[in-house]
């Protein structure tokens, strides 16, 4: 590492020689020297600004300014960062002035998601004008993020809920719905294009759950309303703004993500809004608040909450758009990677389907009864997980200690866990880079709940997803429904595996396949 000594007399004599002939010289040499200093500073210059690490052993990392986040794939930049450093378990980095740690290792990773000093999340400006300071995803840690966390819980991801009839049926007729799109766009153009589909699928599924209504009562142009303030807004959110780094930047808003936010949230008002008063409406004809009971629909939960639960009009706006906003993307990403995953390794489909037929019929959930299936979509949460770096990163509240304690990191320090890396780990992990869901056979003890941090797609901890049960039974339903129906060939292009981080890791090219309809005993 570079390094001066104030001792030297070189040094000495020509800031000498310097002052004495215009000391505003002297000033600037001196700042220059200072920035040549941060610049080359283990973890770069926002690290070398931080009065809370002097005199601590530096955490190890690359010098200047890290241009990671600014590309396609940070979650590959810095998991070739840390491995060439030899900085898996810890790496610090500076992207701005922002302070970044990033674990790669299952055992700092667990000591970020698990530690109370991490309790809450750094908050982009896009996601503070989008309204989710107020939702739970942002929310700081407190009791009002505790009072969303036991609505979360006790009502919209509740097992009881889950399993109830109205909405597991629901699910069903939306993955045969689908099943029926790709028939038809394969029967007029001999080729299927997955995402819009799923997406479509996945959307349905979400307001079905949130609002009680279907896209089909929505009308084509609320519809169309709606997909456009979600990609809006995965856009907004899942675009790198350097305003979050540097606060003149920020103060001049050069990307327009302010002015973009705060259109989009007036619109999103808007949309959530009238479909609130239309239950308080109906509710009031049928002489009756809002219910909790489990066939209901979220926002008749919220509308029958009472005292110091019941939240504010503009909180429940909030909520109730981060359960669309969140909801939506995961299934649908995830499903695309395993259709593309069926198409380029047959074997894998072929055990998959025989699996499906045996079992007659695909029953919602019935994770038992579908081992396999199980298998491959464990497979391909680790190969291709939604949130590569933990989407939603954390932030150190207090100075505290990682890494078994040797490793000071200051409060204000943004914290990220590489699960990819992590799961592409061939220390953790045999054969790490091939796509083998027997490997799930043999250890049946890898758990996607966030307590083998080995795999943990969803996030541990107290801000581990509170949606993922919701989200494994609709995989695994619409999964079995579409290798039911068809089997997956590759398109004459092929299938083109590129990823592209946006808010969470798509497909950078959609996937165009064949689906050939198929009998169970085929």
Not at 115 to 141: I, S, T, W, Y
Not at 201 to 217: H, Q, T
Request: aromatic share 6%; with cysteine.
């Amino acid at each position: 590492m570079v390094s001066f000594s104030y001792q030297d007399s070189t040094f000495q004599a020509l800031l000498l020689a310097t002052t004495m002939a215009n000391p505003l010289h002297a000033c600037l040499l001196l700042v220059l020297l200072f920035l040549v200093l941060a610049y080359f500073h283990p973890g770069g210059v926002a690290w070398a600004l931080s009065s809370g690490c002097h005199g601590a052993a530096a955490i190890p990392g690359p010098p200047g300014v890290l241009l990671a986040f600014a590309g396609p794939n940070p979650h590959r930049t810095l998991a070739g960062l840390a491995a060439s450093r030899g900085a898996t378990r810890l790496m610090a980095f500076s992207v701005g002035v922002t302070r970044f740690v990033v674990a790669s290792h299952p055992d700092t990773a667990r000591e970020i998601l698990a530690g109370a000093a991490f309790a809450d999340r750094p908050v982009k400006e896009a996601a503070a004008e989008l309204m989710f300071r107020r939702a739970m995803g942002f929310a700081p840690h407190g009791e009002y993020w505790r009072r969303l966390r036991r609505l979360a819980s006790a009502h919209a991801f509740s097992p009881r809920r889950l399993a109830g009839r109205a909405l597991a049926e629901r699910r069903r007729a939306i993955g045969e719905e689908t099943v029926r799109l790709v028939a038809f766009a394969m029967a007029r153009d001999g080729v299927v294009g997955v995402r819009r589909p799923l997406h479509l699928a996945s959307l349905d599924n979400v307001m079905a759950s949130v609002f009680g209504v279907s896209l089909g009562k929505l009308g084509e142009g609320a519809v169309s309303e709606l997909e456009e303030m979600v990609k809006e807004g995965y856009e907004l959110l899942g675009t790198f703004n350097w305003g979050d780094h540097l606060p003149l930047l920020r103060l001049l808003d050069v990307h327009g993500v302010r002015r973009r936010s705060r259109e989009l949230a007036s619109r999103v008002r808007l949309f959530v809004t009238k479909i609130i008063e239309e239950h308080r409406r109906r509710d009031e004809k049928n002489g009756g608040g809002g219910g909790c009971d489990d066939d209901g629909d979220f926002v008749d939960v919220l509308l029958g909450l009472e005292g110091e639960e019941r939240l504010e009009e503009e909180d429940m706006v909030a909520v109730l758009w981060e359960m669309i906003f969140r909801g939506t993307d995961t299934v649908a990403i995830l499903l695309e990677w395993v259709l593309a995953r069926m198409a380029l390794h047959p074997d894998v489909q072929s055990k998959a389907q025989a699996e499906i037929d045996a079992a007659a019929a695909a029953a919602d959930g019935d994770a038992a009864g579908l081992r396999y299936l199980h298998c491959v979509i464990k497979e391909c949460l680790r190969m291709h997980p939604p949130g590569p770096l933990l989407s939603w990163a954390r932030l150190a509240t207090r100075d505290t200690h990682l890494d078994s304690g040797r490793a000071l990191v200051p409060a204000g320090t943004t914290a990220v866990v590489n699960m990819w890396a992590i799961a592409r780990d061939s220390g953790l992990w045999r054969d790490a880079g091939e796509f083998r869901p027997e490997r799930f056979l043999d250890d049946g003890d890898v758990s996607l709940a966030g307590c083998d941090l080995r795999l943990a797609p969803f996030g541990a901890g107290r801000r581990a997803c509170p949606g993922r049960a919701l989200a494994m039974a609709t995989v695994h339903l619409w999964l079995a429904q579409l290798l039911r129906s068809f089997r997956w060939v590759p398109s004459g292009a092929g299938v083109d595996m590129s990823e592209r981080l946006n808010m969470s890791l798509e497909m950078e090219k959609p996937l165009l396949c064949l689906a050939l309809p198929r009998t169970s005993s085929s």
